[in-house]
């Protein structure tokens, strides 16, 4: 076993997209980093190993797959498709290492973290044991899938992580949680030639869009061949000799079971938090695991900061960096320091097909506010001004806008469409400047694109 002790002006741990953009920055202004990262498999972070890329580079393999059914091509390509996202996330990770190790200021250590004190971690990597001390803290250690306890002791059983180190394409595929993890996998899989059944334990489908959006995405995901089944409380998982799995589960009282070759865990996630010693550092956290931060992401000790998941925040990428501008105006006391409290709107987004983008408040919040609103929504399929969508192939979906009656102010938009990715980033930088529906409606867009659809839906406003 060897021993040895590094001081640093800041130490990082997790190489994820807001410790990884704080260690970069704080280095290039001359700082001594300590990025922490406890596997070479994961620089980077989640978003380019296991979460955002992988996926999307797979939704994109999916789209170029000949054909929908389940075939022993259909396998094959399944093959060829993981290969191409297995290569695209290998040269990311490397250009991610390459990025900080380049950096004479940053030291890129490979091990897991835990405190040993108020500004102490030991890092272990096998037999070997390095002490650093640093003046600043970062926990940047994200989150992972929990796996439910009815789930567990399966072989089948796989995390959205696992199932994309799949070397098979499953025939039948149960998703339990019908959340919106569920749903991209759901839509993914089913367009790769699996039989996939969604088991929600929601009564009411994506309770969160308002029904008429609902309705569409559950038509087009049915449409895709996925069988969304609402209501379902899953009692236990059982693997039968010819290598499939039976899922009980019930709905409104009634014993059901569903056979499937693999099996997708995707009810939640859980801070990564177990095995840090944060009671050695006096770190508080909530009872999920995730770490308690102030308005600057400061911890209950102020030289300790918590970005990305780990802090209980939504879990996007884009949110993680923007924590990394929280911290690094703390850090660099910036006059006008950007906080939590002025984050301000942000989209979201679901990659289906075609992707479900949202940002701010959907008919029903607002109609419950009280407030006086018109509604502008049109189906895609009956848009003439938007043939961008027909000439990709993707006519199906709708575009929604709620909008204040004695304003004109955008309150929220619901873009169900093809491209909905690339406008709601327009969208919400004109709802946060302040820009009214009729200036959009009246907007000059390129042709053919999706934008040009605001003018269309924005014209069939109704109260």
């Not at 970069?24 to 406890?38: P, S």
Request: proline share 3%.
């Amino acid at each position: 076993m060897t021993t040895s002790h590094l001081d640093a002006d800041v130490a990082v741990i997790g190489f994820g997209k807001g410790g990884k953009t704080l260690a970069a920055n704080l280095g290039r202004e001359g700082r001594r980093v300590v990025m922490i990262e406890q596997s070479a498999q994961m620089y980077g972070g989640t978003c380019i190993n296991v979460g955002c890329v992988p996926t999307k580079a797979l939704l994109q393999q999916a789209h170029e797959r000949p054909g929908g059914e389940f075939t022993v091509a259909g396998e094959r390509w399944f093959g060829h498709a993981m290969g191409a996202v297995h290569t695209l996330t290998g040269a990311l990770r490397a250009k991610n290492f390459a990025m900080l190790d380049t950096l004479d200021a940053v030291t890129v250590v490979t091990g897991r973290a835990h405190f040993t004190g108020l500004h102490t971690l030991e890092v272990e990597a096998g037999a070997d044991r390095l002490t650093v001390n640093a003046a600043t803290i970062i926990l940047n250690t994200g989150a992972r899938p929990v796996v439910p306890p009815e789930l567990a002791g399966s072989a089948n059983v796989l995390t959205n992580a696992s199932l994309l180190q799949a070397d098979a394409l499953p025939c039948r595929l149960a998703i339990v949680g019908g959340g919106y993890l569920g749903l991209e996998f759901a839509s993914i899989f089913a367009r790769l030639g699996s039989q996939v059944t969604v088991l929600d334990r929601a009564e009411t489908f994506a309770a969160r869009l308002d029904r008429d959006v609902a309705l569409s995405v559950r038509e087009v995901l049915t449409a895709q061949g996925v069988t969304v089944v609402s209501g379902a409380r899953v009692g236990g998982v059982a693997d039968g000799p010819d290598g499939a799995s039976t899922i009980r589960y019930s709905v409104k009282g009634e014993a059901r079971a569903l056979v499937a070759d693999r099996i997708l865990a995707a009810t939640g996630r859980r801070a990564n938090t177990d095995g840090l010693a944060l009671d050695a550092a006096g770190v508080d956290t909530y009872a999920r695991g995730n770490v308690t931060v102030n308005a600057h992401l400061q911890t209950s000790q102020p030289h300790i900061y918590a970005v990305g998941d780990v802090n209980g925040g939504p879990q996007f990428t884009y949110i993680s960096l923007d924590d990394a501008r929280i911290v690094a105006d703390h850090l660099g006391g910036a006059a006008n320091p950007r906080t939590l409290e002025n984050r301000g709107l942000y989209p979201t987004t679901v990659f289906l097909t075609p992707p479900l983008a949202q940002v701010g408040i959907t008919e029903e919040e607002a109609r419950g506010r009280g407030l006086d609103v018109v509604i502008a929504s049109k189906a895609v399929a009956e848009m003439a001004a938007m043939p961008r969508a027909r000439i990709v192939g993707v006519p199906e979906g709708m575009m929604k806008f709620v909008i204040d009656a004695r304003t004109d102010q955008v309150l929220g938009a619901c873009l169900f469409s093809v491209d909905s990715t690339e406008v709601i980033n327009l969208l919400t930088l004109a709802m946060r400047h302040g820009v009214t529906a009729s200036e959009l409606q009246q907007g000059i867009y390129t042709h053919p694109s999706a934008t040009e659809g605001l003018n269309e839906v924005l014209g069939a406003r109704r109260g």
